[in-house]
């Protein structure tokens, strides 16, 4: 139990355009979806934290035009990444809480790569 | 300020050679101390969660215990496929679902046949 999933593994585009990445709870749902980044070596950074039906809460220092977040279902959340540059390129990795759980738990999805040329 | 400080950085090991992984905390009002294994690209695999002192929760060769100001996880007789990235995480009471989880920097162990 408790599988989260995220597509597309691994991405690269070109400088200047957009990119979607999707995290689905598969076998529970969830009220509140977690987006980190995460360079190499380094631990994870919370991007954003969203609630079903509602606007993201971003982190400070992250730029909310930049990295959309929308989170339609108690099953999906995903991350746009716009106007893509270089210095975007890491490891974006979802996380989701299962609704009403007492312990708040967050079951990490397998990770996107993404590398911007 | 909520921080989490992991130590060693990394750690080597021969198979079988146990040892501890330490944690040490400070938060405003811990809610619960999370463990993460983590493979090379890879996500966040859940361990365990430990939400009082005194607290223990084992899992295989692994043990992680808390006070209040740390935990340890204890790794017995390793082996080769523990190798991996082992992360702790604390998150503060309040706010329900939203809280935000509070990353340590890892500590990477290579267990050696």
């Known amino acids: 139990g408790a599988v989260v999933s995220q597509h597309p593994s691994r991405v690269i585009c070109k400088s200047g355009t957009s990119v979607k990445i999707e995290c689905r709870s598969l076998?529970?749902?969830?009220?509140?979806m977690f987006w980190y980044r995460q360079f190499p070596k380094q631990s994870l950074m919370l991007m954003a934290t969203s609630n079903e039906g509602s606007k993201a809460t971003y982190e400070q220092g992250v730029e909310k035009d930049k990295f959309l977040i929308n989170h339609a279902s108690l099953t999906l959340s995903t991350l746009t990444v716009t106007s893509a540059h270089p210095e975007d390129s890491s490891f974006y990795i979802c996380?989701?809480?299962?609704?009403?759980?007492?312990?708040?738990?967050?079951?990490f999805g397998p990770g996107t790569r993404l590398t911007v040329t | 300020e909520d921080q989490v400080t992991q130590s060693p950085e990394a750690l080597r090991l021969q198979e079988g050679e146990s040892s501890s992984l330490n944690c040490s905390y400070t938060v405003s009002g811990l809610r619960g101390l999370f463990w993460y294994r983590q493979d090379p690209g890879k996500g966040p695999e859940f361990l365990f969660t430990?939400?009082?002192a005194g607290e223990e929760k084992e899992k295989e060769r692994l043990k992680a215990t808390l006070t209040k100001k740390e935990s340890f996880l204890h790794i017995t007789a390793p082996k080769p496929e523990d190798s991996a990235t082992y992360l702790c995480?604390?998150?503060?009471?309040?706010?329900?679902?939203?809280?935000?989880?509070?990353f340590g920097t890892g500590t990477l162990l290579a267990v050696q046949p």
């Open positions: 995480a604390v998150q503060a009471r309040g706010g329900g679902a939203t809280n935000k989880l509070i």
């Open positions: 076998d529970f749902q969830a009220t509140t």
């Open positions: 996380s989701a809480s299962p609704l009403g759980s007492a312990h708040y738990e967050q079951y």
């Open positions: 430990l939400y009082s």
